[in-house]
């Protein structure tokens, strides 16, 4: 007799979230099966769940119903017999990212660079994503997941559940500040600053050793907050006051910020977004990972003459997975003061609604399938 387990899956584009039982996964080779404790709700899910197939028809999702969730984190119960250096037993927290595992980023540790780069319970970036869907059915809105031995981040026992679900975001915002540069020393303006990325942003650049740490939203209160979190280096600047520009020249002797990072949510303005990457200095970077979309008028000299680059950035390799629970460890990066609102698995769509309802990224949303 097939075991089962409670699932919450979408029947239907835009429509509820049901509870239905399903086949219990079961390990076979080089994957594992995960008891998931938790599994973090980023603010985007909405939009994803709802408007995903008109906003963007070239990036498939799983076909329906499907398991959503983006997030999980739990402990080991079953390993395949070719997986090696996991156990049951391990607490773990499960990066969505799914890959070919065979072409030289895969090779090289870079899975998000893979051609048939995937996001397992969220949406894939190449038609050919339907086959890893497949592969890999289950996701975090689900009692257990099957998943790739090579997805799984061990946490240190001072990592609770609750910290991992939100290494999604936090791990964005590493990665993509890692790509920025070295941090030691330098200035990073982080737009949107207030938001579920740009709180990790702040966070991880403040650990990274970044000196001046400029932070821009409208929410002043958040924004206050924000500066809490160091005083001597971050500053903080409401955009509902003006331009960006001025506010970062003022702080950088008239040059600009080394580094700028965007992390605009998907409804955002793209001016506001184009004013922060003009405060970027000569010869800086910027990086984008926020989810504004649309075209953009830049001047392709201005990046040439200044020597700019643009970078983009999509989630995080497992390895900095490892470096981001190593430096929480630590506690070189201490997330244990966010606000967890948790629901359970029934509650799933009152969750799903309430996403962004709380104080900005202080606030960790999350569903508990047991």
């Known amino acids: 007799m097939v075991e089962t387990m409670r699932a919450a899956r979408m029947h239907e584009v835009g429509g509820p979230m049901r509870i239905d039982e399903v086949p219990r996964p079961t390990a076979f080779g080089s994957n594992v099966v995960v008891e998931v404790a938790t599994c973090g709700m980023v603010p985007n899910l909405g939009n994803v769940l709802k408007n995903w197939p008109s906003w963007c028809p070239h990036l498939p999702q799983p076909e329906l119903p499907a398991i959503f969730g983006l997030d999980p984190a739990g402990t080991v119960t079953e390993v395949g017999e070719n997986v090696i250096g996991i156990r049951a037993g391990d607490r773990v927290y ?76 936090l791990g964005t915002a590493y990665s993509a500040l890692k790509k920025a540069g070295h941090m030691g020393g330098k200035s990073v303006l982080i737009n949107g600053g207030t938001g579920t990325l740009g709180i990790g942003a702040v966070l991880f650049a403040l650990a990274l050793g970044a000196t001046k740490v400029m932070v821009t939203a409208r929410n002043r209160e958040l924004l206050a907050r924000v500066r809490q979190l160091d005083p001597r280096r971050v500053h903080v600047f409401s955009t509902e006051e003006g331009s960006i520009q001025p506010w970062v020249r003022s702080l950088t002797d008239g040059g600009g910020a080394d580094y ?103 606030t960790s949303y999350m569903v508990t399938p047991r």
């Open 94 to 169: 499960v990066s969505p990212v799914r890959s070919c595992g065979a072409c030289p980023p895969c090779l090289d540790g870079k899975r998000t660079e893979c051609r048939l780069m995937t996001f397992g319970g969220y949406f894939g970036f190449q038609e050919e994503s339907q086959t890893l869907f497949d592969q890999y059915p289950h996701a975090g809105f689900g009692e257990f997941m099957l998943a790739p031995a090579y997805s799984l981040v061990k946490l240190p026992d001072n990592v609770s559940f609750e910290d991992a679900s939100r290494l999604g975001y």
């Open 260 to 362: 700028v990072l965007d992390t605009l949510g998907a409804v955002a303005s793209l001016e506001v977004m184009k004013d922060a990457m003009l405060s970027v200095r000569r010869g800086g970077r910027i990086v984008n990972i926020g989810g504004t979309a649309g075209e953009m008028a830049i001047d392709v000299k201005w990046l040439m003459d200044d020597q700019i680059a643009f970078v983009g950035s999509v989630w995080f390799t497992t390895a900095e997975g490892y470096e981001m629970v190593e430096m929480m460890r630590a506690r070189i990066v201490d997330i244990t003061g966010f606000e967890h609102r948790k629901h359970s698995l029934d509650e799933i769509n009152e969750a799903i609604n309430g996403v962004g309802s709380g104080d900005g990224g202080f």
